[in-house]
């Protein structure tokens, strides 16, 4: 599922009810929470995540979760939408969907568009590279291990 279908559904299923929710430390209700307020809660939220995260793929893997390659291969995956682990066959196939939907070509009328899209486009393509380069077998300079 998709980013943006993500989006629509939580829209959909969850945001009336945030008005009746407290947030922060604060305990101030959505509407009322400055920018400042709000931008702190995501934070938090944020670090309170990747530490949940990082504890859990350190129990599963039995190694160390923090190495920068590990956290890098972790990105790709995010970035293409799969989760950690999957095949060479998905990497390709996810990454070609997102390139069609994203592609900056799709959006040549709209300056900012464009824009996002090219920078999107080559996040995914470098997602891609390492992440094929990973599971071939590759090193860095692109020759077999």
């Known amino acids: 599922m998709g980013l943006l ?4 559904d939580a829209t959909r299923t969850g945001l009336t009810n945030l008005r009746n929710l407290t947030f922060g430390r604060s305990n101030k209700p959505l509407p ?3 920018d400042r307020e709000l931008e702190e809660e995501l934070l938090r939220r944020r670090r309170d995540r990747a ?14 979760a923090s190495s ?6 972790a990105q ?15 990497v390709k196939t996810a990454y070609r ?18 824009k996002a899209a090219t920078e999107l486009a080559q996040s995914l393509t470098h997602a891609y590279q390492v992440l094929t380069d990973h599971l071939e ?9």
């Open 5 to 8: 279908d993500r989006l629509s």
């Open 32 to 34: 009322e929470l400055t």
């Open 51 to 64: 530490t949940r995260r990082s504890k859990g793929a350190g129990r599963a893997s039995g190694g160390d």
């Open 68 to 73: 920068p390659m590990k956290k890098q291969l």
């Open 76 to 90: 790709c995956y995010a970035n293409l939408e799969l989760e950690p682990g999957a095949s060479l066959g998905d």
């Open 97 to 114: 969907d997102l390139m069609r939907r994203f592609h900056p070509d799709r959006h040549l009328g709209d300056p900012e568009r464009h």
């Open 137 to 145: 077998g590759k090193n860095e300079q692109g020759k077999p291990k």
